[in-house]
T-cell receptor, first 114, second 113 residues
Framework: DAGVTQSPTHLIKTRGQQVTLRCSPKSGHDTVSWYQQALGQGPQFIFQYYEEEERQRGNFPDRFSGHQFPNYSSELNVNALLLGDSALYLC?????????????FGQGTRLTVV | GENVEQHPSTLSVQEGDSAVIKCTYSDSASNYFPWYKQELGKRPQLIIDIRSNVGEKKDQRIAVTLNKTAKHFSLHITETQPEDSAVYFCATHNTGGGNKLTFGTGTQLKVEL
């Protein structure tokens, strides 16, 4: 049983560019959340997708957008990259949208903006 | 919004000693409290969690205690081993307030031989 998989694992982009990160949830999971983890910090909630819709959003600007596909996989898009967007981006999946059961995290995508 | 404070930021113990990490939270409606372990370059992994209707939960060498009145919860690791060295994050969730986890800032635990 594959866990949560994310791609790519590492990425270097130039300030002002756009980036797309991908996530495949754990088998049987239908809900995907995205988190940003800056160096030395805890993960910060970006948004959550369920039934192909954004259900909840954290304190992130509109430059951060996402999508969920019918197979439950998800993308995170960041436009007009800033140096401060450099971080580890984590995807977490769970079943049934509501927490109280374990959220499984992927390995993350390390984004470096130069 | 919800705020979670975690202490200490770094903790060094001798192998076999106990380690305690403490978190306080601000949202009194929080009702789910997981702890994650993150080894260098790896994904956060759930090691134990507790719900608001329980005061304490234990799993082998790991235990979590919750004081809802004081709004704090703690992770206790006994008989520490070198493989316990990692960053530990506490988190909170309010099932009535959405679906996000709010994380603490992490504790770097180092178990020395």
């Amino acid at each position: 049983d594959a866990g949560v998989t994310q791609s790519p694992t590492h990425l270097i982009k130039t300030r002002g560019q756009q980036v797309t990160l991908r996530c495949s949830p754990k088998s049987g999971h239908d809900t995907v959340s995205w988190y940003q983890q800056a160096l030395g910090q805890g993960p910060q909630f970006i948004f959550q997708y369920y039934e192909e819709e954004e259900r909840q959003r954290g304190n992130f600007p509109d430059r951060f957008s996402g999508h969920q596909f019918p197979n439950y996989s998800s993308e995170l898009n960041v436009n007009a990259l800033l140096l401060g967007d450099s971080a580890l981006y984590l995807c977490a999946s769970l079943w049934g949208r509501r927490l109280g059961t374990e959220a499984f995290f992927g390995q993350g995508t390390r984004l470096t903006v130069v | 919004g919800e705020n979670v404070e975690q202490h200490p930021s770094t903790l060094s113990v001798q192998e076999g000693d106990s380690a305690v990490i403490k978190c306080t939270y601000s949202d009194s409606a929080s009702n789910y409290f997981p702890w994650y372990k993150q080894e260098l370059g790896k994904r956060p992994q759930l090691i134990i969690d507790i719900r608001s209707n329980v005061g304490e939960k234990k799993d082998q060498r790991i235990a979590v205690t919750l004081n809802k009145t004081a709004k704090h919860f703690s992770l206790h690791i006994t008989e520490t081993q070198p493989e316990d060295s990692a960053v530990y994050f506490c988190a909170t969730h309010n099932t009535g307030g959405g679906n996000k986890l709010t994380f603490g800032t992490g504790t770097q635990l180092k178990v020395e031989l």
